[in-house]
């Protein structure tokens, strides 16, 4: 190889970034080939690089729920359709079923469903009387395990009330978050802060299963599409009418915004009273729990976050 050549090939293998695995020794190729390697090296440290920064677009920091198991991804030579599948297209050709990557939104629009959730919302007549049967006779053993007589004047109706009024505080596991969005996403090329605040929300604790009641408070920055406004406070109930702690009630109406519609970045703050520290344990009455999930933007910019956190009352400093 002449010395002009040599040199040329040198200087493109100087001018490549090194990997951490090289050695000086390979930096100076001895052959024609040697220019030719640092350029399929390079793509494939591009294309490295590329998949770390989209894998790192999105933070997970939620436990996967107890999943119905007909809402497992089908396994791969499986060719048997799941029972909570689409049927297949007719003609020979099977229906796709795309699934959301995280365990927020599942492929029909269930959120986070747990192994009772398909079963409440899929019975039929007979089956909501029998399941509505069962919560009586476990509120009337209640009611007997307290110290109380189920068949006194007041307590009479007790029963039948209290199991209609527990399936209407969890309604939340009958909805489909699909249903309550109901298609109102709009194109309107809007790019700045979107904030709904003091949402009421009231949920029941998953632990005493007694209520937290508080505020709270919604926004986002769009990309390029925006919510009807009324869907943030539907979104916060529907989840919101589950049993909750509500560090997570914050992250799941969070991420389900951020999946359905893909914004720049959406931020919720949560501010509450637990009756499980006002009327036992602790008693204080006075004490609130605030808690927040920032994703995209609010995330990585302190002043994005800080003018949300000041304009819902949050930032006092």
């Known amino acids: 190889m002449a010395e002009s050549d040599r040199n040329e090939a040198r200087d493109v293998v100087m001018a490549l970034p090194v990997n ?11 052959d024609e080939d040697a220019a030719a390697k640092p350029s399929t090296s390079t793509n494939k440290r ?3 690089r590329g998949a770390t920064r989209r894998s790192a ?24 359709a799941s029972p909570g599948a ?5 003609g020979g050709e099977s229906a796709v079923v795309t699934r959301s990557p995280s365990p927020f ?10 192994t009772g959730t398909r079963a409440r919302l899929e019975e039929n007549d007979e089956e909501r009387a029998v399941r509505l049967e069962k919560m009586r006779g476990a509120v009337r053993t209640i009611l007997e395990c307290v110290g109380e007589d189920p068949d006194r004047a007041g307590l009479l109706g007790t029963p039948d009330r209290y199991a209609k009024a ?41 632990h005493h299963m007694v209520p937290f009641t508080g505020k709270m408070h919604i926004g986002y920055i769009p990309f390029h599409s925006v919510i009807g406004i009324s869907k ?8 919101s009418r589950r049993l909750q702690i509500q560090e997570r009630l914050t992250k799941d109406v969070a991420n389900a915004i951020m999946e359905i519609l893909q914004p720049q970045g959406v ?7 637990h009756l499980c520290m006002v009327m036992r344990g602790v008693q204080k009455t006075s004490a609130t729990t605030i808690t927040s999930c920032v994703l995209g933007c609010f995330e990585r910019k302190e002043k994005t976050r800080n003018e949300f956190l000041s304009l819902v009352g949050v930032n006092r400093h």
């Open 20 to 30: 951490g695995t090289a050695t000086t020794g390979q930096k100076h190729g001895h």
């Open 166 to 206: 527990l399936l209407d505080f969890t309604q939340g596991y009958q909805q489909n978050v699909r249903n309550v969005v109901n298609e109102a996403i709009f194109h309107e090329g809007h790019n700045e802060m979107v904030i709904v605040k003091d949402i009421e929300v009231f949920s029941l604790c998953e």
């Open 232 to 239: 943030l406070p539907r979104i916060a109930e529907m989840f």
């Open 57 to 80: 677009k999105r933070r997970h920091s939620m436990s996967k729920a107890a999943r119905d198991p007909r809402d497992e991804p089908e396994s791969s030579g499986s060719k048997a």
């Open 86 to 90: 689409p049927e297949p297209a007719k």
């Open 267 to 273: 931020a919720v703050v949560m501010e509450s009273s």
């Open 105 to 114: 939104i599942d492929f029909d629009g269930l959120s986070r469903p747990s």
């Open 46 to 48: 591009r294309k490295s």
